[in-house]
């Protein structure tokens, strides 16, 4: 394998896809560059508040990438690197780009509100109800892993005795607490910087120009100054408290702004991987890696840690989720970045193409394990962003007058891949809090006009506190008890984005035939794996295995069976059955020439900090 030569084809692939393909959907759908968005027609200073796209991007490309584009590719090339890089591109492109496009342009239509609106407005009450739940878990089940997996590159561990684990132990504890120091210092900065410039017009330039400062000076005070040191349940706690407030607190005080600072940082990872990847391949030291072209249907981790195993189908398929296609997108797309969309013909740029650069990731990461892959193999590196990490900044290593900066460059992208998964949880908290509102809003009723035990349970803090002690709670408990039916959850939530989509369009009179092969192909991947779990568990049971972990595991497994079943039933007979008159979602539908006033039609009220000038 030659790293550089797949990087480089990767890219071209992958700008051909956003402009030939993305295009096409964005003229089949009815895209209109002169339509009002949600962002500006309830604008409320809370939850919509529009933003140019290059902040919008910044803050859904920070939210959807978490470490899935760096975990699923590495633990899936021990199928070999054809099949992982296959699915990244041709999933990317067919599956994921379009999926988040879908989801992005579907809530636009429908006041920017979720997928489960959609569904409910397109399918019915009770397919929507049903969304709702399944949604919400799946989001609990996000909030628990990613705080576990953030406070545990926060924390500071006891150092042992012995003189050989104390050095390691130090060393790690350094790096988590400059860590640690530089993600607060990125939430303080962010704060302030909102509140600093909110309703001033300022230069795209100026504002690209002093984020790269602040995160440069960011870093460095982080690097030199590392002064928190807290144990994992202290930063569990405080991790709680801070999702708490950053999902209720209104976007342009923290989630614009530090998405938006935070996004160079990811940006700047990127950056450095290419320059590693592409240095390397010149000098000739990732032309010829060692890594199989494809191992087999059948693969086996054997002593690695990180590796995944067992049928290419659906394995493959389920453990690349986010390089390739994911349900989590849906969430952000129809969640957050639908109420801060500028113009509707941003959609494409900011979902298509930011899944596109998720592709790339996955692309990187691909290229980071097979430099490294004997190491990878034999359980030399515990966890994927260790060989993210090492692969990356081994390849500098070996650019001439680059030798130096190994270390440096590996803590750095420990860090970029923290900041990942920081941002997705805040922004996972938030989407959880809208499903738990919507599950307790009736069909046809605005959440504000709610009366009684409902007006309650939709209240923000409500809904967030409820949020919050369950995904903490879960993550300081046991998450590992329910995380290996995460995949199947998170690509069944996927497939239900497809149908979502599907139905909408086609309530809406345009053409949906391009969602019928990769929501069909993700229903049978979703159902095959948790069928293969279910026998998997039933086998166990009968051979006496009584645990808590997995009579939960088949229970859950059964359940999301079910609703699989039911939603795709109720999903497939709107698509496919007789159509009546378009829904209110799809009044004007895809079409948007007559479905309310145009941009053009009143001005822009962009209040934040990053206004067009």
């Not at 920070?62 to 199928?79: D, K, L, M, V, Y």
């Not at 100054?225 to 976007?251: K, R």
């Not at 001439?400 to 460059?409: H, M, N, S, W």
Request: contains cysteine.
């Amino acid at each position: 394998m030659n790293a550089m030569l797949i990087l480089l084809v990767s890219i071209v692939v992958l700008v051909l896809g956003y402009i030939l393909y993305g295009g096409w959907l964005a003229k089949q759908w009815g895209v209109k560059a002169d339509r009002i968005t949600p962002a500006h027609e309830y604008e409320d200073g809370k939850d919509y508040v529009p933003a140019p796209p290059y902040v919008v991007l910044g803050h859904h490309f920070s939210s959807i990438a978490g470490a899935g584009p760096i975990i699923g590719p590495i633990q899936a090339a021990i199928f070999g690197w054809v099949p992982v890089l296959l699915w990244v591109l041709i999933g990317g492109i067919f599956f994921g780009a379009m999926h988040d496009f879908g989801a992005l342009f579907a809530s636009i239509r429908h006041k920017g509100q979720t997928l489960a609106t959609v569904i409910q407005e397109n399918v019915d009450g009770m397919a929507k109800r049903l969304f709702c739940i399944f949604a919400y878990l799946t989001l609990i089940l996000v909030v628990a892993a990613f705080a576990s997996i953030v406070a545990s590159t926060f924390a500071v561990s006891p150092v042992p005795a012995d003189a050989a684990k104390a050095a390691t132990v130090e060393m790690t504890n350094l790096a988590n607490t400059r860590t640690a120091m530089i993600s607060v210092l990125f939430i303080v900065v962010a704060i302030i910087f909102g509140f600093a410039t909110r309703g001033r017009r300022i230069r795209p330039i100026f504002n690209v120009g002093s984020a790269i400062i602040i995160i440069v000076l960011v870093v460095t005070a982080g690097f030199m100054f590392p002064v928190i040191e807290l144990d994992n349940t202290m930063w569990m706690v405080l991790i709680g408290i801070y999702i708490l407030l950053a999902s209720v607190a209104p976007v342009w005080i923290l989630l614009q702004p530090r998405d938006y600072l935070s996004s160079y940082l990811l940006y700047g990872m990127i950056a450095l991987a290419l320059v590693g990847i592409v240095g390397s391949g010149i000098t000739g030291a990732s032309t010829d890696l060692s890594i199989p072209a494809f191992t087999g249907f059948v693969a086996d981790a054997g002593t690695s840690k990180v590796a995944a195993s067992g049928f290419l189908f659906p394995a493959l398929f389920i453990t690349i989720a986010c390089g390739a296609i994911s349900g989590f997108h849906s969430l952000v797309a129809s969640g957050t970045t639908s109420k801060q969309l500028d113009r509707e013909i941003e959609a494409q740029p900011i979902a298509y193409g930011g899944m596109l650069l998720e592709c790339l990731v996955a692309v990187i990461s691909l290229c980071a394990v097979a430099f490294v892959f004997s190491g990878y193999m034999d359980g030399s590196y515990t966890s994927p962003t260790q060989v993210f990490a090492a692969g990356i900044s081994q390849m500098l290593g070996l650019i001439p007058g680059l030798a130096g900066t190994t270390d440096i460059a590996y803590a750095l992208l420990v860090l970029a891949v923290s900041v990942f998964c920081l941002t997705s949880l805040d922004t996972a908290t938030r989407l959880a809090r809208y499903m738990f509102q919507e599950l307790f809003t009736p069909q046809g009723v605005e959440m504000g006009d709610l009366t009684g035990w409902r007006k309650v349970m939709t209240n923000p803090w409500v809904a967030t506190v409820i949020t919050v002690v369950l995904g903490v709670g879960l993550g300081l408990t046991g998450y590992q008890l329910v995380w290996p039916l995460f995949g199947a959850a998170n690509q069944l939530l996927a497939a239900l984005g497809l149908l979502a989509v599907c139905a909408w369009l086609g309530n809406a009179g345009r053409n949906n035939k391009m969602f019928y092969v990769p929501m069909a192909f993700m229903l049978v991947v979703t159902l095959t794996s948790l069928a293969m779990t279910l026998y998997g568990k039933c086998v166990a049971l009968a051979g006496g295995a009584l645990d808590a972990a997995t009579i939960l595991q088949l229970l859950i497994a059964l359940l999301l069976i079910v609703l699989a079943i039911v939603l795709a039933v109720k999903g497939l007979r709107t698509i496919f059955g007789k159509k009546g008159e378009p829904p209110a979602g799809g009044a004007g539908g895809a079409t948007g020439d007559a479905a309310g006033p145009k941009t053009a039609d009143r001005p822009s009220r962009m209040p934040t900090w990053a206004s067009r000038s």
